[in-house]
Nanobody
Framework: QVQLVESGGGLVQPGGSLRLSCVVS????????MGWYRQAPGKERELIAT???????NYDNSVKGRFTISRDNAKNTVSLQMNSLKPEDTAVYYC??????????WGQGTQVTVSS
C-alpha cells in the first residue's frame, strides 16, 4: 500500500520561507512522477509543481521563481522549498504521486499559513 506523509507546514510571516517534505513508502519511488498541489479555503485544489521520474520540473506561474521542487530517490522523498511567501500562498499543501500504471496517491496534507 502506497503511503505519502507530508511534513514542514506551519505559520510564517510574509517574505519568509518554509520547506515541505513528503516521504513515500510502498512504491517504486524512482519510477514515480511527483507533484505538489494546494487548496486554499473556498477554492479548488491546484497543481503548483511537478518533478518527473527523470527529474524534469515544472511550475505554475503563481510560484515560478519562488518555489523549488526536488526529489531524493535514495530517501524516497520529494521536497518543496518555498521562498518569498505571500499571504495568497496560504493553503493546505498536498503531495501527489502518479506511478507507471497511472495510479494516483495523495498525502494527508499540511497547512501553510502566511500571515503577519
Amino acid at each position: 500500500q502506497v503511503q505519502l506523509v507530508e511534513s514542514g507546514g506551519g505559520l510564517v510571516q510574509p517574505g519568509g520561507s518554509l520547506r515541505l517534505s513528503c516521504v513515500v513508502s510502498g512504491s517504486r519511488f524512482r519510477f514515480d512522477h511527483m507533484g505538489w498541489y494546494r487548496q486554499a479555503p473556498g477554492k479548488e485544489r491546484e497543481l503548483i509543481a511537478t518533478v518527473t521520474a527523470l527529474g524534469s520540473t515544472n511550475y505554475d506561474n503563481s510560484v515560478k521563481g519562488r518555489f523549488t521542487i526536488s526529489r531524493d530517490n535514495a530517501k524516497n522523498t520529494v521536497s518543496l522549498q518555498m521562498n518569498s511567501l505571500k499571504p495568497e500562498d496560504t493553503a493546505v499543501y498536498y503531495c501527489n504521486l502518479v506511478d507507471r500504471d497511472n495510479k494516483w496517491a495523495w498525502g494527508q496534507g499540511t497547512q501553510v499559513t502566511v500571515s503577519s
